[in-house]
């Protein structure tokens, strides 16, 4: 097995941390001898405004309940940090929560280049905005005010999408919908039929 690297794109609430868990156990499971990392900016944004050390963690704190968009500049610092400390050319790899914009795709080619990660997956968990709504607002998340919805919900719609269609254009690439309305089983066994490991 070649080692993976995979993009998951999709609005908050598709489940796009729940398939990377699950796809985690299963490659775990295939492929032992080879370590999987999974890089999730959210995360990394939570634990940062939980630190609460100065402006920087607070401003993010405040603006993770606002649901804005985060800079730019702060989420390569993080990303690149997690893939400087855990990443090589030789694991797999599983990418969420970025990139958010075309211009974070960009500044991602060059870690791409970097690390040697070529034949790249995107896993497009395509989710209506009706369904995703639903499901934020019955995660019972702090941050998950309807304002803050509707504004993840709208700079999704308007910088992230054109994301997919960067991957689309961009050689050497596989993008994959992935109906994110079916079950968590079923949205599971369409990503392990796309990527050739449901044998």
Not at 1 to 10: A, L, N, R
Not at 63 to 87: H, K, Y
Not at 126 to 155: C, F, N, Q, Y
């Given at each position: 097995?070649?080692?993976?690297?995979?993009?998951?794109?999709?609005p908050q609430g598709s489940g796009?941390?729940?398939?990377?868990?699950?796809?985690?156990?299963?490659?775990?499971?295939?492929?032992?001898?080879?370590?999987?990392?999974?890089?999730?900016?959210?995360?990394?944004?939570?634990?940062?405004?939980?630190?609460?050390?100065?402006?920087?963690?607070?401003?993010?704190?405040?603006?993770?309940?606002?649901?804005?968009?985060?800079?730019?500049?702060?989420?390569?610092?993080?990303?690149?940090?997690?893939?400087?400390?855990?990443?090589?050319?030789?694991?797999?790899?599983?990418?969420?929560?970025?990139?958010?914009?075309?211009?974070?795709?960009?500044?991602?080619?060059?870690?791409?280049?970097?690390?040697?990660?070529?034949?790249?997956?995107?896993?497009?968990?395509?989710?209506?905005?009706?369904?995703?709504?639903?499901?934020?607002?019955?995660?019972?998340?702090?941050?998950?005010?309807?304002?803050?919805?509707?504004?993840?919900?709208?700079?999704?719609?308007?910088?992230?999408?054109?994301?997919?269609?960067?991957?689309?254009?961009?050689?050497?690439?596989?993008?994959?919908?992935?109906?994110?309305?079916?079950?968590?089983?079923?949205?599971?066994?369409?990503?392990?039929?796309?990527?050739?490991?449901?044998?």
């Open positions: 097995m070649q080692p993976f690297t995979i993009i998951f794109i999709g796009k941390g729940t398939q990377i868990n699950k796809l985690d156990a299963v490659l775990n499971e295939k492929d032992p001898t080879r370590q999987t990392v999974d890089i999730q900016t959210g995360r990394r944004f939570r634990a940062l405004a939980a630190r609460g050390e100065g402006y920087t963690e607070d401003k993010v704190s405040e603006t993770l309940d606002s649901g804005v968009l985060q800079p730019l500049f702060l989420s390569v610092v993080l990303w690149g940090d997690a893939m400087r400390e855990r990443i090589n050319t030789d694991c797999h790899t599983l990418i969420d929560g970025f990139p958010r914009i075309v211009a974070e795709a960009v500044v991602l080619e060059s870690a791409l280049s970097f690390y040697k990660r070529t034949n790249i997956i995107v896993i497009n968990l395509d989710t209506p905005e009706e369904i995703v709504r639903k499901r934020m607002e019955g995660r019972a998340r702090k941050d998950d005010t309807a304002e803050s919805i509707e504004a993840r919900l709208d700079w999704y719609r308007n910088e992230t999408l054109p994301v997919i269609e960067y991957y689309r254009k961009r050689p050497d690439t596989s993008v994959f919908d992935i109906d994110g309305t079916d079950s968590i089983d079923g949205v599971h066994n369409q990503i392990l039929n796309a990527l050739g490991l449901n044998s």
